[in-house]
């Protein structure tokens, strides 16, 4: 069974002062601070970003702050 995610974009800062922008895929309903707060998932993946990759893969410890856009 597919659960249909919602697709938010986002501006997250790493601890090194790196900048990556895209979208990340959360469950309905579910705000990205729960998404981050989600102790089962040490990594998040961030699609279609300003990176030239078709995702990057960040490790939530290196996150500094998360903007919604």
Do not use: W
């Amino acid at each position: 069974m597919k659960v249909e995610k919602e697709k938010h974009k986002v501006c997250i800062t790493c601890i090194d002062g790196s900048l990556v922008n895209g979208f990340v895929y959360i469950n309905p309903g579910e705000r990205i601070t729960d998404f981050l707060n989600d102790q089962k998932k040490n990594f998040i993946a961030i699609t279609e970003s300003d990176k030239k990759a078709n995702a990057v893969i960040v490790n939530k410890s290196s996150i500094r702050s998360v903007e919604e856009v």
